[in-house]
């Protein structure tokens, strides 16, 4: 490749919500990289007989359909393609390498029922001690172990295991192993090792001669496969290389944080954490529910999951539902109009995982709670950003006491980070400084770890001064106020009474 010619990365990141393919143009020279959708797809689980899947199947030709659009405009010049999906669900393959049945989506509510049981059979402080990782229903081990109690068909059909980011790299490129980022998310990971925990497995009954090699984040898994390349007419010189395969991970790898600064990775799930260089496994790290996923260049995303847009959506949905159709825009200026500090919910109570309305379970919640109920969308809305800011703050303040020591900034990326109001909000209720952006941190983390894949770049310092040389990032300055910690005052009041100040183990 010519120096003075941008470098031309495809990736997809393969959200819960949506999917879309991004072609990275790389100046190496100027360590810049500038970013252009190509294609973008809905996506969501499909609901049969009370349980929720994942059309793989779908998903995959609108993977197929996204290399077609990106070849049509770039052709031979693209060096790689890199996929990077939400964490936590997987697919098992039989002895032929095919699907040995639709995934489980990871609000299907047989694992809320499976986690219970789980834990009451294997101690928590056990399996967290192993691990690492927090409890959360949508966690693999429980799917896993729904699997054994049912005594499912899949145990004996099932010869491989793949997290859903690896089965589209074994069908992009026909090479069967687990990389370590989604790997890390399963809850059956030893995150010092990197290596599976069978031991855990072996004790909840399952097989253990099904699961791949880990493999770390940039490594080049090889070229497209030759079947695949000639149906959908492209280059079969095109190299396949994992990500950081959770997005996640891939959003954090983008994101320009220091000692001093907390991300909040915001999408359908807002991930708020610090990273750091070795694990945090301790017993007020199980208390306080935090995880610890595995990062790139050997570090530990040290984290909580809050809810986070998908309340949102959610709304959105429920209120179109009802004929009354608002984009995100015009949901978040309504609310910006609208009264503030009227009532608040616990983003994270279990009835919100997978409402069938999600505006009735907040007005139910409000209701048990003996709250005051929001007059109009515009009040509701609002309710529900404050709750999440004021989440975030409980979520900070606990960081800190573990890490030991204070989080100056705020780094808000993802799609998230576009909700000015949103924004606002967290630096007001938590009294720190936000910076927001990039929007695009996944997809940007993506193509940049593929570089290392490719021999151009070898460290997170470089990542990141290519993140800092290309993107605006924007800067939210606190309106605090006596009422912002009256607020939290309640809040905090709120969770003690629902049983929002334990962790998911404890509630489930």
Not at 181 to 196: H, M, N, R
Not at 374 to 402: H, Q, T, W
Not at 446 to 457: H, P, R, S, W
Request: hydrophobic letters at 40%.
């Amino acid at each position: 490749m010519n120096r003075n010619d941008d470098l031309l990365i495809l990736a997809f990141d393969l959200g819960a919500s949506s999917g879309r393919a991004i072609i990275g143009k790389v100046d190496l020279d100027a360590k810049k990289v500038v970013m252009e959708e190509v294609y973008r797809f809905s996506n969501g689980p499909v609901r049969v007989k009370g349980h929720l899947y994942w059309d793989v199947l779908r998903i995959w030709s609108e993977v197929k359909e996204g290399i077609l659009q990106a070849y049509r405009r770039y052709g031979d010049n693209i060096a790689s393609i890199g996929v990077d999906t939400w964490g936590v669900d997987f697919a098992l393959l039989d002895n032929r390498g095919e699907l040995a049945g639709l995934p489980y989506c990871y609000r299907d509510p047989r694992r809320s029922q499976a986690m219970r049981e789980l834990l009451s059979v294997v101690p928590p402080e056990k399996i967290y001690m192993r691990t690492g990782i927090q409890f959360m229903p949508i966690n693999p081990l429980y799917q896993l172990y729904a699997l054994v109690k049912d005594k499912s068909s899949l145990l004996n059909s099932s010869r491989t295991f793949l997290m859903i980011p690896d089965l589209f790299n074994y069908w992009l490129s026909g090479t069967i192993a687990s990389e370590y980022t989604d790997a890390s998310t399963t809850q059956f990971l030893d995150p010092w090792t990197k290596k599976w925990a069978f031991d855990l497995l072996e004790e909840i009954g399952f097989s253990t001669n099904i699961f791949p090699n880990i493999i770390e984040p940039g490594t080049d898994i090889g070229v497209i496969d030759p079947e695949l390349a000639e149906e959908i007419g492209v280059s079969r010189k095109i190299r396949v290389v994992a990500p950081a395969t959770h997005d996640t991970a891939s959003a954090v790898v983008a994101t320009p944080i220091d000692e001093d600064s907390a991300y909040i990775s915001c999408g359908t799930w807002s991930l708020v954490g610090v990273e750091l260089k070795e694990p945090l496994v301790s017993k007020k790290a199980m208390e306080y529910n935090f995880t610890n996923e595995g990062g790139a260049f050997n570090t530990i995303r040290f984290l909580k999951n809050v809810q986070g847009m998908w309340f949102m959506q959610e709304i959105r949905r429920a209120l179109a539902k009802r004929g009354q159709d608002y984009s995100y825009e015009e949901l978040t200026d309504i609310a910006s109009k609208a009264r503030g500090f009227i009532g608040f919910i616990d983003p994270d109570d279990p009835r919100f995982l997978a409402p069938i309305d999600m505006v009735e379970e907040i007005m139910r919640f409000l209701e048990e709670t003996g709250q005051e109920k929001p007059k109009n969308i515009g009040e509701l809305v609002k309710m529900v950003l404050e709750s999440l800011a004021l989440k975030y703050r409980l979520v900070i303040e606990r960081i800190e006491d573990l890490i030991g020591r204070k989080i100056k900034r705020i780094n808000i990326v993802g799609g998230g980070s576009r909700n000015w109001l949103h924004n606002q909000l967290v630096a007001d209720f938590t009294n720190r400084v936000v910076e927001a952006g990039p929007e695009e941190a996944t997809s940007i983390g993506n193509i940049l770890v593929q570089l290392v894949g490719l021999g151009y770049v070898s460290s997170l310092t470089e990542i990141r001064r290519y993140v800092r040389n290309s993107f605006e990032i924007k800067r939210y300055v606190p309106n605090y106020t006596s009422k912002h910690e009256d607020a939290y005052s309640k809040f905090l009041s709120l969770l003690e009474k629902t049983g929002g100040l334990a962790g998911w183990a404890l509630r489930f």
